[in-house]
């Protein structure tokens, strides 16, 4: 068969569509409802590397292969971010969403999907300069257990501090980024005391259910890998877990305009994505 | 044994890619198409990761078509131009949507005109134009050869004319595309696909 035929490029998304099926049966994890294009993207690219001839012969070594199956789920998990990612972002939570948690006595904080950590870092920072850290609990989810584990070390390649410390200044950051880092060879570890009201924990938002009632949901750049329908699915998870008033943070190209739980939200800021849930 | 399962009827559509010197040519290109043109669009150009959407806006104030960033799980329509947003790989989507994705940079670039490519070549098969424009690195090269291999129509801007020659260059050892043009010919190639394709659908 002609590997570039249209008649060949379905029964690749056919073997796909089945690879992901014996995933979710073997190991509990649900990519059925990611991005089609994004999937088989990360697949094929792990497929060129491996060896192995098919996307077919790929499902027999996952499910015979438990570490194989291991790096299939590190490839199909984004873990690319760095700290104040976007720093637009961070100025309009400092001047749009700071000054509201500042009339609370006590804030909870979900990062969902935190992936390696450093957009959790920025907020706790953040949340030190504003003088909250000390009444915050923050929950770092993700489903991903290896980036958890760098998540926890709050270790980095020194060789991201410059681009860190750009992003920190553009944030309005107040201090100098040095104080929260110390440098060793390679690395920086980040000042142990921001992990102090930090518990990073192992969360699934396509197959878990809520688990705490908190101010502020950020969750930026893991919703555009899920389909419409998984979207919503994860939009009624946020809804049932945040406090009415409280915020929902989104990636910069992500929206709950299209979702059916739009109308419990008000737009704080439109460009940098923040919402307001409605105090019915 | 024949296989039953139905293809799917596939739309025509163009993607350009471009870096160094890019937003001249592309405002060249995109400025210069009539007004109905009727073939959507896709664009990756390596911008800085910070910048906003100003060359979406600022085109689309220029032009006869209309032109805007692209938005995840967007429907693509006829006519239409989407860029890639900074910072973001553009994909599409076999059903003829878009996808953005965060994943690692790929030739040093986010968006990848590579990434753009090869999932055009897949949703768009033998219906896709492919273009690479002027720039000072390799993305792009592997990208046209998956169109040139799913049957698409493949046009290199001519290195000799393009602001930096890297790009088109390596496009055209690595795909040896169907057209080596300058801007004004690739415009005008453009429109003349897109006259065919139009007869060829009110034949069926």
Redesign the interface.
């Known amino acids: 068969m002609n ?2 035929s ?2 060949h ?2 029964t690749v ?1 056919l073997e796909i569509e089945l690879l992901l099926e014996a995933i979710f049966q073997q190991y509990g994890y649900d990519f059925r409802n990611y ?4 999937v ?3 697949l094929l690219s792990r497929l060129s590397t491996s060896g192995l001839k098919s996307i077919s012969e790929m499902q027999h070594k996952v499910l015979h292969e438990p570490g194989f199956f291991d790096q299939l789920l590190r490839d199909l998990s ?1 873990n ?2 760095e700290m104040f990612r ?2 637009s972002f961070y100025l309009a939570i400092r001047k749009e969403i700071i000054p509201i948690l500042k009339t609370y006595p006590f804030i909870k904080v979900w990062h969902a999907g935190c992936s390696t950590g450093e957009e959790v870092y920025s907020f706790a920072i953040l949340l030190k300069e504003e003088g909250l850290y000390n009444r915050v609990q923050i929950y770092a989810t993700d489903f991903n257990t290896n980036v958890l584990e760098i998540a926890k070390k709050g270790i980095y390649p020194i060789n991201r501090i410059k681009e860190f410390t750009a992003n920190y200044q ?1 944030a309005g950051g107040r201090q100098s980024f040095s104080d929260y880092y110390m440098a060793d060879y390679n690395s920086v570890i980040f000042d142990q005391s921001l992990k102090k009201n930090i518990v990073f924990a192992e969360h699934n938002l396509v197959t878990d259910s809520v688990f705490a009632e908190v101010n502020i949901i950020i969750c930026r ?1 893991v919703l ?2 899920f ?2 329908d998984l979207q919503d699915t994860v939009f009624n998870l946020f809804s049932d877990s945040l406090i009415n008033g409280g915020f929902l943070c989104l ?5 709950i305009q ?1 979702s059916s739980k739009a109308g419990l939200y008000e737009t704080v800021n439109f460009q940098e994505k923040l919402y307001k849930k409605r105090i019915v | 044994m024949d ?1 039953k ?1 139905k ?2 009827n ?1 739309m025509h559509g163009i993607v350009i890619g471009s870096s160094t010197g890019g937003f001249y040519a592309l405002k060249k290109i995109i400025t210069s198409l009539p007004k109905g043109f009727s073939l959507p669009i896709m664009i990756a150009q390596h911008i800085s990761p ?1 910048s906003d959407n100003f060359m979406a806006k600022y085109f689309d104030g220029l032009s006869l078509v209309t032109v805007k960033e692209a ?3 967007e429907p693509i329509l006829p006519g239409v131009v989407y860029i890639a ?1 900074p910072n ?1 790989h553009l ?5 003829f949507t878009l ?6 940079k790929r030739n040093y670039a986010r968006p990848s005109v590579d ?1 753009l490519f ?2 055009a070549a ?2 768009f ?1 033998p219906k896709l134009i492919g273009v690479v424009l002027t720039g000072a690195n390799n993305d792009g090269a592997k990208g046209l050869l998956a169109i040139k ?3 698409g129509t493949t046009i290199v801007q001519n290195p000799k004319e393009a602001e930096a020659y890297v790009m088109p260059q390596a496009a055209l050892e690595t795909a040896n595309p169907d057209f080596v043009l300058s801007l004004d010919e690739i415009t005008k190639k453009l429109i003349e696909l897109e006259n065919l394709f139009r007869g060829e659908s009110s034949n069926q």
């Open positions: 590997l570039y249209d008649e490029n379905l998304n991005s089609k294009a994004h088989k993207r990360r984004i690319v971010t976007d720093p553009q750049n555009i890998y389909n419409r990636g910069s190209k992500e929206t299209f | 296989i399962r293809s799917v596939k910070n938005d995840e799980k947003p973001y994909l599409i989507e076999e059903d996808t953005l994705s965060t994943e690692e990434v090869e999932s897949y949703a098969g291999n799913f049957g």
